[in-house]
């Protein structure tokens, strides 16, 4: 495995340059850290994996795994504590973290693991990992007081902030200003609204000059506590003062994070939007195989069958 504890502070690399490798995306259609891990395994041992199309589920394509031939592996996750336990194959791999941390009630992420257990998690991480391999996502933003742990009544965007603020204050704690923090206002689709509606969830809609306000301040938050904020997606954001644009999936800083040629290009499967490199993602989406559905069951999820 090459050695996560880099010196990359004085400029040097996680590994050699080579050949262009494949990003592995694992998984933005379901979270396989914490559901699937074991799948994970078996196919990272086997050195290979087939498919679904999300579009056309009769169909497959094969993703080469071997290490070799995969330049990183982005993991999608709100619960890492199988990685954490024992990395098995993925020691084998450059890692990379995406790692959702909202602190939202149980109305709204039902079965997510509480905030302390997610920081517990994130500390033992970081015994192996260094920051800049994490991409911490406070996303989405969805105002309301019922969905809030610790509500603000009258003014539900005050809980968003202070969430936030407690979140860049335990990560500084945690040694972790070189991480990426990433954000976006919620995507109101038809089926996001309606399963928000039937949970009761006391929702308020904040439209652009809202939007541009609340996320100046999380911006002026991250920049007290010294991180580095990003958008998802979102061209409302990107011209707030402080917020940069979001790659998720940075192919550019994927290269000089771990030393090594991938592709670069934009990925053209996502939205018009998103500023992410390709990647090839290994998830299915629950509606393509029911075997592999995310079962934190927050209800902001944006895939349409994930109640």
Known sequence: MINQLSLLDEGQFIGNKEKTKTIISASRRTDIPAFY???????????????????????????????????????????????????????????????????????IEPNVPEYRETLATLEGLLKVFIPQQFNIRFDPVILSTKGENNPTPGMPEKARLKAFEKLC????????????????????????????????????????????????????????????????????????????????????????????KTNKSKDGGQRKACGCSHSRDIGVYSKSCKGMKC?????????????
């Not at 006391?202 to 652009?208: G, W």
């Not at 079962?295 to 109640?307: E, T």
Request: aromatic share 12%; hydrophobic share 35%.
């Open 37 to 107: 891990y074991e799948w994970l395994q078996e196919v990272l041992e086997k050195g290979q994996v087939e498919v679904p199309n999300p579009r056309f589920p009769d169909k497959k394509y094969a993703v080469d795994l071997e290490p070799s031939a995969v330049h990183s592996i982005v993991l999608w996750s709100k619960d890492f504590s199988n990685v954490l336990k024992d990395p098995m194959y993925l020691k084998e791999y450059n890692l990379y973290f995406q790692y959702t941390i909202n602190n939202y009630s149980r109305i």
């Open 295 to 307: 079962l934190h069951g927050c209800k902001y999820c944006y895939v349409m069958d994930s109640d």
């Open 169 to 260: 204050r335990d990560l500084r704690a945690l040694g972790m200003e070189k991480c990426r923090i990433t954000t976006s206002y919620l995507e109101m689709y038809g089926h996001v609204r309606n399963r928000l509606l039937k949970t009761n969830l006391d929702l308020i809609s904040a439209d652009e000059n809202l939007q541009t306000e609340i996320f100046s301040h999380l911006a002026e938050i991250s920049q007290k506590y010294g991180f580095a904020l990003y958008s998802c997606a979102s061209p409302i954001l990107e011209k707030i003062k402080g917020i940069h644009r979001g790659h998720c999936i940075d192919g550019e800083f994927l290269e000089r994070l771990f030393g090594e």
